[in-house]
């Protein structure tokens, strides 16, 4: 059974950060991209950032380039998404999101809260 089970959250001030993790479980991920997903209440889900599990290769959401990081750990099969300079605006649900690289499979995380105050 695949789990995607989130850490990290919480509430802090802007310009504070906060480390998210992502610790994944239940089957091999060499062959998947993990991402980290965020939603706003009110609005849609948004991708945020992406790791190739295989390669370490990154991808990031234009709102958060420069401040946000994702790395891996391969020995702890985890995920994590530093969060440096936070805004109010980056306040959401975080989500952990496992995509395979060719297939259609796709796995979620039940997601962890990250609240920004001004």
């Known amino acids: 059974q695949v789990q995607l089970v989130e850490s990290g959250g919480g509430l802090v001030q802007a310009g504070n950060s906060l480390r998210l993790s992502c610790a994944a479980s239940g089957r091999t991920f060499s062959n998947y991209d993990m991402g980290w997903f965020r939603q706003a209440p009110g609005k849609e889900r948004e991708f945020v950032a992406a790791?190739?599990?295989?390669?370490?290769?990154?991808n990031y959401a234009d709102s958060v380039k420069g401040r946000f990081t994702i790395s891996r750990d391969n020995a702890k099969n985890t995920v994590y998404l530093q969060m440096n300079s936070l805004k109010p605006e980056d306040t959401a649900v975080y989500y952990c999101?496992?995509?395979?690289?060719?297939?259609?499979?796709?796995?979620w995380g039940q997601g962890t809260q990250v609240t920004v105050s001004s």
């Open positions: 999101n496992a995509r395979h690289t060719w297939m259609t499979t796709e796995y």
């Open positions: 790791i190739r599990w295989s390669s370490g290769s990154t």
